[in-house]
């Protein structure tokens, strides 16, 4: 296989979608979350979901709680997934960890691949999307060699987001071909989901 492992980051509040968790958010019938799982399960060896069944319901791939109570955002769910690689069974063995959101039902059927050929050849830490020009970072590929940099962190640095641990890091960066369509569209609101609708119909 491709030697990489993922998470899907599922874990969040969903404030600004009202009544319904943007994880059980419906897209042309089926939720979000199967959206990107069928996206990304066959470029990754295994797969687990950053959340809690309570919100993420049942599923054939395993869940990875958030390892400290209290939300504190995606880097948590990085960090969850990392140490679940060191302490369970739940991921394998693959030297890199892909970190897609669950709200990015477009992700490329190519992303990983990507990603890895990036990383490889920049022996970097970790592997960023970039679009138009912004970074993405919740969609990167990280060498599980950080996990201790990722702790330190979250824990002990307290960044409240992923840019200044990426400035730690040997990171690179992929510009993605801009399209249409964006890959890296996210759903937030009811408004966003509307809008992806309409995408898939065109």
Known sequence: MINVDAVILAAGRSSRMGSVN????????????????DRLAPQVDQLVINGDA???????????????DGFQGPLMGLYSALSSAKSSDK?????????????????????????????????????????QGFAQPTFSLWH??????????????????????????????????????????NINTVDDLAEAEGLLCR
């Not at 309570?54 to 990875?64: A, H, I, Q, R």
């Not at 824990?155 to 510009?175: E, H, I, M, R, S």
């Open 144 to 185: 599980k060699r950080v996990a201790p940099a990722v702790k330190e962190a979250l824990l002990v640095k307290k960044y409240g987001g992923f840019k200044p641990l990426l400035a730690d890091l040997n990171a690179t960066y992929l510009d993605w071909p801009e399209q249409s369509v964006s890959p890296f569209f």
């Open 54 to 68: 309570g919100t993420c319901g049942e599923s054939d791939y395993p869940l990875v709680e958030d390892a400290l």
């Open 22 to 37: 943007k994880v059980q958010a419906v897209l042309a019938g089926r939720s979000l979350l199967n959206h990107v799982i």
């Open 91 to 131: 991921l394998g063995q693959a030297t890199y960890l892909m970190m897609v959101p669950c709200d990015g039902p477009f992700i490329p059927n190519n992303l990983v691949a990507e990603l890895h050929q990036q990383v490889l050849e920049q022996d970097a830490d970790v592997a960023c999307i970039r679009y």
